[in-house]
């Protein structure tokens, strides 16, 4: 069994051949549209969420085939949600992945238009190609991304973000907006995976849930944290923007500290929650090790 | 039977209650996102998409629930594109079926996220009830609107359109933008429709397609004959709006003459692609009449 490290650039480097051949060619008019989507999704980004649904797949028995598309529509919803975040009107940010953001290279219309088509792609992904032996089944799929993008999904969750700048918020308060804005696709990402494959009873599917919820708090927690202490060549964006933009962070509510105590805390639980899976899940436990101590 | 108008304003009035229902109630949290998009959606427009969902229902003999949620999962794509044309990087307008736009009466960001929010409920609606009585037929329903919606449907259209600006277009190139523009929600509205039933063949289904090809089309030129010759308070929105944007319109290419003849010609040949239908297709020719001959 390769190590993680190689199994995750395996799969990092297939997936962007796959995100290449879903995404519309940049020669398909209309072309500056279809150049900008190409440039906001590809070459970019950890690809967490993609990996978090290999691992879920690998566990589920799933056929690769099949988690790639459901990788690739998650994925695609996460893009346009950056592209929208990073307009003047939202975080107004200039720089992602260490490229200019969307409406800085190309325009706000285009940007605006982006997002918008790259969410649509997604649905379209989710409703082309076959990804379960159930059509039921994959009805429910679409229903399942559909919740986890919209105003009790990611969405919602940024908007409570917006509401919040400037506010002091509790911690169940800062909690209840990732879970939505950033756990919400990571749970998607998760429990898609698994549905590609056929093993998995609601019990075990729920264990997978809480296992995403777990490390998608994690997830925003370290991120908090690499936000005050890392530099902007290191991550890729803008550093120390959450605390120009007086946003409030686990960081400022609990001090850096306790911050990354919680996001040990929650690791723990996150593994707590794959124990009756055995070796099947190793991925999935590479993955929560990976989210809570990486750098960047 | 009753007359077009008693059917229409019934389905009208019935539809506003099904939004109703359908949309987060603004008590929910995010609450101030949901207003908003309550706000866009309910108490305005002609509902000319789901009507003609509804048409195309009672030709293939739906059963009106189900072709409710269609409609729906159509005018909340064609909501959000309102919401996101109306906004100050696009179009920038500041009225909409005669209140301000949402980005007016709450704030840009919000418009942004009422726009992502209501088309992933389009996709939830379309994935979380019953619309056939085969799931796989369904799955293809998800997939008609997520291509009419995206970048080579709806926003495609919008990218062609903001690329027109300032520029001279050709007819073809005048009427592909429209196509694409208008058109594609169109057709899928009256697809998605006659999907909810059983008993068309695809030459039925290809027959309703072309009719709405030629609908979607007219449409738009009685769009461009009334921005040019009614006045603001009579459209709801701002008149005069394309000229003053320097925009290609059916009026200032063919002129208002030729624009209205090209208008009966495409009634013309909708009604001739009806042909085959008899009664069953009465709504659907009168909202063809409605369409061509309305005045706002």
Known sequence: MPDFQTWASAH?????????????????????????????????????????????????????????????????????????????????????????????????????????????LAFQLLSEHVLSDNPAGQLQMVKLLAVASGSRGMAGGQAFDLASVGKELTLPELEFMHIHKTGALIRAAILLGAHCGNGLDAAQLAKLDHFGKCVGLAFQVVDDVLDAEADTATLGKTAGKDADNDKPTYVTLLGAAQAKKMAAELHAEAMESLSEFGARAQRLRELADFIVIRKY
């Not at 997936?15 to 209309?30: G, M, N, R, W, Y």
């Not at 649904?53 to 919803?77: K, M, S, T, Y």
């Not at 990073?86 to 200039?94: A, E, L």
């Not at 325009?107 to 088509?117: M, N, R």
Request: glycine share 6%.
């Open 12 to 120: 990092q480097h297939r997936f962007e051949d796959v995100l290449k051949t879903l995404l519309p060619q940049a020669s398909l008019a209309p072309q500056r549209l279809h150049a900008a989507m190409r440039y906001s999704v590809l070459d970019g980004g950890k690809r967490v969420r993609p990996l978090l649904a290999f691992a879920a797949g690998e566990l589920a028995g799933a056929e690769q085939q099949r988690v790639d598309i459901a990788a690739a529509a998650v994925e695609l919803i996460h893009a346009y949600s950056l592209v929208h975040d990073d307009m003047p009107c939202m975080d107004d940010d200039v720089l992602r992945r260490g490229k200019p953001t969307c409406h800085v290279e190309y325009d706000e219309a285009t940007a605006l238009l982006v997002g918008d088509s790259l969410q649509s």
